[in-house]
């Protein structure tokens, strides 16, 4: 039973334009959500989270939103470039600090 | 800052081998995680540990698999004995701990690639 998924396995993007990568979770009872950027034979490197006090979080080009009654939440690369290429994770946590969950990743290429 | 140490970063063995891979957390960070990830999905966590305490051990086959942390630094990871399914790469990660307020962020070491044959 996957309760954090990534329905896209890749996305390709334009250098310049929007990247936004989705994921959707089952578990009510998550109330923290992260994103990781993976490159090749390298850990995951944290990006930017969301607690489910909150709707928005931002952190220069990246944005990250989340809908709490539809149970999705997005992240916004603006404006994507070349350097952002990489496999990217959603994850969620019930409590911080606690076990996270993670999606199975989306693999993002930004073309120059 | 030095980051989340991981030994070794690649390992071969046969089937019914045992093996052990070893995790330097980031200096201060108090809960240790090992993660289990198979080619093409997301990290599964097999164990968490708060100093050498472990908080989480739910996902990890503990028939085959065992952790530890004894001074609540380092720890490793060890698999005994070997099967095919268990070929993976194994992430190591550490956090500030309960009650810090970054203690959310995992910082991920470069992780252990197994191949079992």
């Known amino acids: 039973d996957q309760q954090v998924k990534q329905n896209s396995p890749s996305l390709s993007v334009q250098e310049g334009r929007i990247s936004i990568l989705n994921c959707d979770y089952t578990?009510?009872?998550?109330?923290?959500f992260l994103w990781y950027k993976k490159y090749p034979a390298e850990g995951p490197t944290f990006l930017i989270s969301?607690?489910?006090?909150?709707d928005k979080n931002e952190d220069g080009r990246f944005t990250v939103f989340l809908n709490k009654s539809a149970k999705h939440l997005s992240l916004h690369i603006v404006p994507s470039q070349p350097g952002d290429s990489a496999v990217y994770f959603c994850?969620?946590?019930?409590?911080?600090?606690?076990?996270?969950?993670f999606g199975g990743g989306t693999r993002l290429m930004v073309k120059p | 800052e030095a980051g989340v140490a991981q030994s070794p970063r690649y390992k071969i063995i046969e089937k019914r081998q045992s093996v052990a891979f070893w995790c330097n957390p980031i200096?201060?960070?108090?809960?240790l995680y090992w993660y289990q990830q198979i080619l093409g999905q997301g990290p599964k966590l097999l164990i968490q540990?708060?100093?050498?305490?472990?908080?989480?051990d739910s996902q990890l086959p503990k028939d085959r698999f065992s952790a530890e942390r004894l001074k609540g630094v380092d720890s490793t990871l060890k698999i005994q004995p070997a099967k095919l399914e268990d070929s993976a790469v194994y992430l190591c990660?550490?956090?500030?701990?309960?009650?810090?307020?970054?203690?959310?962020?995992?910082?991920f070491g470069p992780g252990t690639r197994l191949t079992v044959l």
């Open positions: 200096s201060g960070h108090a809960t």
């Open positions: 969301i607690s489910s006090i909150k």
């Open positions: 540990f708060q100093n050498n305490g472990v908080v989480d």
């Open positions: 990660a550490s956090s500030l701990g309960v009650g810090h307020p970054s203690y959310n962020e995992q910082f």
């Open positions: 994850a969620a946590s019930i409590g911080a600090g606690n076990m996270l969950t």
């Open positions: 578990n009510s009872m998550f109330d923290y």
